[in-house]
């Protein structure tokens, strides 16, 4: 008993620890799964939208809208839905935070 206890206690530290590096590691996840229409870190080819650089308050904006089907669209009702108002708060600030 005592011992599975520590084991139990190290591993939450560890996780603590490394917390912080996996969540920006995360937020790159989610970003590349909107790389193949928005571009490698949002910057997108012509005939797209670039979301490299866009204020992250509006981009939030357009994001939520899009989840609560507020704002026309094809495809991003679907795939908006699919995140947290946290991580599309997350991904929003990282896609602003990139160069156009
Ligand atoms: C399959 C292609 C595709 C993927 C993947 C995709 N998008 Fe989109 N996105 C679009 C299209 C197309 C639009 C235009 C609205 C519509 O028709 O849905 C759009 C519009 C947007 C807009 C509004 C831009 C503006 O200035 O009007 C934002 C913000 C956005 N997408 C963010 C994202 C984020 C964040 C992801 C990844 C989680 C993502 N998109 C993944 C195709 C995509």
């Not at 520590?6 to 620890?17: E, I, Q, R, S, T």
């Not at 989610?30 to 997108?44: F, I, K, M, S, V």
């Not at 108002?85 to 997350?90: G, I, R, S």
Request: net charge positive; glycine share 12%.
């Amino acid at each position: 008993m005592g011992k599975s206890i520590k084991w139990l206690a190290g591993g939450v530290l560890c996780a603590a620890a490394l917390g912080a590096q996996a969540q920006v590691n995360q937020v790159r996840v989610w970003a590349a799964a909107c790389a193949n229409c928005h571009g490698t870190d949002g910057r997108a080819e012509p005939g797209a939208i670039s979301l490299a650089g866009q204020g992250k308050d509006d981009m939030l904006q357009k994001l939520l809208d899009f989840k609560a089907g507020k704002r026309p669209a094809t495809i991003m009702h679907q795939l908006s839905k699919g995140y947290t108002d946290e991580q599309l708060a997350q991904i929003a600030t990282y896609f602003a935070a990139q160069k156009k």
